[in-house]
């Protein structure tokens, strides 16, 4: 089956420049994770949705970042305006249920560089 | 809180063994263990149930204390391709709130 898609692979941008990632996750897979991870660190939750609905956005920074998984399918975060401190990879990750029993599967990652 | 792991890095000879622990101050639902490659996505490699049900790859041994909430991932023989770093993933809440990731454990794996 085909794994969870990204794009783009890598970004760089000026700061204050508002910025999109997206993300398709593996057919049939309910539960959509959005996480950021910094060099040598592990991956930190942003959000999760489970089909459509947003239900554990704690960690997002809101006054800055937004998401959509509007028809339940892909998804798409936002930044705007970035700041130096959001160059990361951006990770997404899909499984079939948020049970802690699924594994979660993920994709290769945004690069995001802010200048 | 984010789980503690052990050892930060590791460099071994190709067929040594290693083993990589994860430690949580939280009482848990599961521990997951990835590896991630430089670069690429992380990969599952295993999931540890409270109960003692486990699912993951068959070549993957690893052990879940729940009494201890500490989680060991064993690696027996290892090849080159097992080179990379190793994470663990913590559920407290059966899902409810999501993985809270280490900081990771790099492994290195010479000829």
């Known amino acids: 089956e085909a794994g969870v898609v990204q794009s783009p692979r890598y970004k760089i941008i000026e700061k204050k420049q508002p910025v999109a990632f997206w993300c398709n996750p593996i057919s049939g897979h309910n539960t959509l994770y959005w996480y950021l991870q910094n060099l040598g660190q592990g991956p930190e939750l942003l959000i999760r949705y489970e089909n459509e609905e947003a239900v554990d956005d704690s960690q997002l920074p809101k006054d800055r970042f937004s998401a959509e998984r509007l028809k339940g399918v892909d998804s798409t975060l936002k930044i705007q305006p970035a700041e130096l401190g959001d160059s990361a990879v951006y990770l997404c990750?899909?499984?079939?249920?948020?049970?802690?029993?699924?594994?979660?599967?993920f994709g290769p990652g945004t690069r995001l560089t802010v200048l | 809180q984010q789980p503690v792991q052990s050892p930060q890095a590791v460099i071994l000879r190709e067929g040594e063994d290693a083993v990589i622990n994860c430690s949580s101050s939280?009482?848990?639902?599961?521990v997951h263990w990835y590896r991630q490659k430089h670069g690429e996505a992380p990969v599952f490699l295993m999931i540890?149930?409270?109960?003692?049900e486990q699912k993951g790859h068959d070549k993957i041994s690893a052990s879940f204390n729940e009494k201890k909430q500490q989680s060991s991932l064993y690696l027996t023989a290892s090849q080159l391709s097992y080179s990379g770093t190793y994470f663990c993933g913590t559920d407290a809440g059966g899902g409810a709130d999501g993985l809270t990731f280490g900081k990771g454990t790099h492994l290195i794996i010479q000829p």
């Open positions: 990750a899909s499984s079939r249920s948020g049970q802690g029993y699924n594994e979660q599967f």
């Open positions: 939280k009482a848990l639902y599961s």
């Open positions: 540890l149930l409270k109960g003692g």
